[in-house]
Structure formats: C-alpha cells, structure tokens
C-alpha cells in the first residue's frame, strides 16, 4: 500500500496559519530526553511541505515540472525558548508573511499547546537545477497569495 493510498498527512487551517502535529521520538531528542536544537528544524521543515500540501501546491508540483524547481532554505532566524522532551505532543505553525517574485517568507512556531517552545523566521527561494532563483510559478503564487 503506498503512502497516498493510506492518506495524507493530517493538519488544520487557523485562519491564516497552518498548524501540523508532531511528536516527540526518541531519535529526536539527546541524552537527556530533551529535543536537540536541529531536531526543531526538522520539524518546521515537515510543516513547511504540509503547508504546501494543504495549500494545494506540494513540491511534486515543481519536480514534476519539464525543469524542477526546488524551494531551499536560504535564511533562518530561530529563537529557542523552552525545551520539548520525549512523548510530548506538539504542533508547527506556518504563516506566510511576504510571497514575492522567486522567495516566500514565513515565521513559524514549534508550539506545545498555548506555549511557544521555538519560533523562526525563515525565507525560501525557488530555484533550478542550476541553482538559480526562478519565479514562482503563477499557478502557485495564485495559491500562496490567499494564505497572506
């Protein structure tokens, strides 16, 4: 059975913001039980492709073009606030803040409930193959410009 066959990932629209559910593995975590600092940014990362997904315009969408195209990392600002520990249920909260030619910038939020535990701001960029910027496709932008 294919993953699309069992169902997509879950997660909810709050207005604006998408919000995706995670929980805390071992292997996400140190010694001590306690999320490791890169663990937070695998978590966005996965909330980042299901709020494409949601959206409407999952990666598949440019892979699947004639020429790929890729969304990358190209800043990040994270601030850690409060440490996450093995078993706990958590949420990522993705909001678009800023959709412009080739770049989107998003701020989100690892969230234990009502407390914020990480929070970034981070701006991703479509490129080539080649490793240079190319524009959002309309089709996407379309999209992406209802979740302002």
Known sequence: ???????????????????????????????????????????????RSEFLRAAGVPHQTLLAKEEPHFWVVRRMKIEFLRPARLGEALFVRSKVLELGGARMRLEQAVCRGDEVLASAEVEVCIVGPDGKLRRVPEPMRRKLQTYL
Do not use: K
């Open 1 to 47: 059975m294919t993953h699309e066959a069992r169902g997509p990932a879950t997660g909810w629209f709050e207005g604006q913001s998408f919000c995706f559910p995670i929980r805390v593995y071992y292997e996400d975590t140190d010694l001590s039980g306690v999320v490791y600092h890169a663990g937070y940014l695998r978590f966005m990362e996965r909330g």
